[in-house]
């Protein structure tokens, strides 16, 4: 059973624009969200990350939403970058020492 | 300082044999987790380690076990490899057990033939 989904296995979009990138769950005991970004033959590198207890993280071009009632959230880069072309994974945490992963989402910066 | 290393890199293993795979944390860094990537199923959790002891497992079978040393390196097995065991297996340390940043590895690419 996959308690993190993310719907969309790619994405593309223009140099410039914003990317959003959607993660819905099913476990109402997450309280800690992340995103992580993976560059082909590197480990993933944390991006960001947002606590239950609020519903917008931002860090430079990096947003993080989160809808509690929805159980979604959402990263917004703006603007995007062609160095921003990775795999971005969301995860979600319930208890100590477990982090769940999505299947990720290749996101694709066009020119 | 140094990151999270992995080693083998890269092995080819076959049906039935069995792999030790090892990581070694951040200096500092005392929680170990492990995960198997492969192309459909992303990112899942093994197991994770803190203190030397096991606070968490997946879904995963029997064959597949770890452990952790006084110094914070951990090791995992995969005993009777099987054809679906090839994968990215990836370990990852941080400094307290559970929340916070994961500071992963670059993976030891497992081949079963």
């Known amino acids: 059973d996959q308690q993190v989904k993310q719907n969309s296995p790619s994405l593309s979009v223009q140099e410039g624009r914003i990317s959003i990138l959607n993660c819905d769950y099913t476990?109402?005991?997450?309280?800690?969200f992340l995103w992580y970004k993976k560059y082909p033959a590197e480990g993933p590198t944390f991006l960001i990350s947002?606590?239950?207890?609020?519903d917008k993280n931002e860090d430079g071009r990096f947003t993080v939403f989160l809808n509690k009632s929805a159980k979604h959230l959402s990263l917004h880069i703006v603007p995007s970058q062609p160095g921003d072309s990775a795999v971005y994974f969301c995860?979600?945490?319930?208890?100590?020492?477990?982090?769940?992963f999505g299947k990720g989402t290749r996101l694709h910066i066009l020119p | 300082k140094a990151g999270v290393t992995q080693t083998p890199r890269y092995l080819i293993k076959t049906r039935g044999q069995q792999v030790t795979l090892s990581c070694s944390p951040i200096?500092?860094?005392?929680?170990v987790s492990w995960y198997q990537q492969t192309p459909g199923q992303g990112l899942q959790f093994l197991f994770e380690?803190?203190?030397?002891?096991?606070?968490n497992k997946g879904n995963f079978p029997g064959r597949f076990s770890g452990r952790q040393f006084s110094n914070s390196r951990s090791e995992m097995n995969v005993s009777t490899l099987e054809l679906g065991d090839s994968a990215l297996y990836l370990c990852?340390?941080?400094?307290?057990?559970?929340?916070?940043?994961?500071?992963f590895g670059e993976g030891s690419r497992l081949t079963v033939l």
């Open positions: 990852a340390s941080s400094l307290v057990s559970g929340l916070g940043e994961l500071f």
């Open positions: 476990n109402s005991m997450f309280d800690y």
């Open positions: 947002i606590s239950s207890i609020k």
């Open positions: 995860a979600a945490s319930a208890e100590e020492g477990k982090i769940i």
């Open positions: 200096s500092g860094h005392r929680s």
């Open positions: 380690y803190f203190s030397e002891t096991q606070r």
